[in-house]
């Protein structure tokens, strides 16, 4: 079964600190594996895409690594900010007809 | 810039009510996908639709049925809603739904639906 665990399920930094999220994953075969950021009574927004011979990407002060042999991948924050306050969705997609699976989220809270 | 709107920011409904949730996009997507979404679970996939008319079932697809008459639109119709439907309710665009394809899905910013 295709699945996708991130982890920790929730964390709380302080505004100007690092973080990093977790995610790994068991679909097969692999196509590529996205982050996305969700606000709090938002839809989700796609913030990097990686592929089977990407393992990192940036996007600002967002960078995601993968690791396609362990099925693992991390998004790392930089100088976190209050606006970085959200919850952030790791989706595999291949399998299948190329379904996505999605994990349950990583609700990150900064404080200032 | 991409835009996925539903029709409701929040609905309360009867049990044994028929629920229409509105979904449209202005982007000339190919697909569209209905998503609930609850804590602990994550994003469960209900219909996804790949071109006018058509409509695949997802991972949880009973209880619900869709219609897509034009391309921009896709209707998630709760037949006959139950409590367990209580959920948020998110409405998704692609433009391609190929294997290996890399085009995001653009999401609205979903239905809060209760049931009483």
């Known amino acids: 079964k295709n699945q996708v665990e991130q982890s920790p399920q929730s964390l709380i930094i302080l505004e100007g600190k690092n973080c990093t999220l977790q995610?790994?994953?068991?679909?097969?075969?692999?196509?590529?594996l996205r982050w996305y950021k969700q606000d709090t009574g938002r839809g989700p927004v796609s913030l990097t895409i990686?592929?089977?011979?990407?393992n990192t990407k940036s996007n600002g002060r967002y960078t995601a690594t993968l690791d396609a042999d362990t099925k693992q991948s991390s998004l790392h924050i930089t100088a976190s900010q209050l606006s970085d306050s959200a919850s952030y969705i790791c989706?595999?997609?291949?399998?299948?007809?190329?379904?996505?699976?999605f994990g349950d989220g990583t609700t990150l809270t900064v404080k200032p | 810039d991409v835009k996925v709107t539903q029709s409701s920011r929040y609905l309360v409904k009867r049990t044994g009510e028929k629920v229409f949730l509105e979904c449209v996009q202005d982007?000339?997507?190919?697909?569209m996908f209905w998503y609930r979404q609850d804590p602990g679970l994550g994003l469960r996939l209900i219909y996804f639709?790949?071109?006018?008319?058509?409509?695949e079932k997802g991972d949880i697809p009973e209880g619900y049925s869709v219609s897509r008459e034009k391309k921009e639109r896709f209707s998630l119709i709760l037949e006959s809603a139950s409590t367990n439907q209580t959920s948020m309710y998110l409405c998704?665009?692609?433009?391609?739904?190929?294997?290996?394809?890399?085009?995001?899905?653009?999401f609205g910013d979903g239905t809060r639906l209760s049931i009483l």
């Open positions: 989706v595999v997609s291949g399998g299948h007809a190329g379904k996505s699976t």
């Open positions: 639709s790949y071109d006018v008319k058509m409509k």
């Open positions: 982007m000339d997507h190919e697909n």
């Open positions: 990686m592929t089977f011979s990407e």
């Open positions: 995610c790994n994953y068991t679909v097969s075969p692999f196509s590529n």
């Open positions: 998704a665009s692609s433009l391609s739904f190929r294997v290996r394809s890399n085009q995001p899905q653009h």
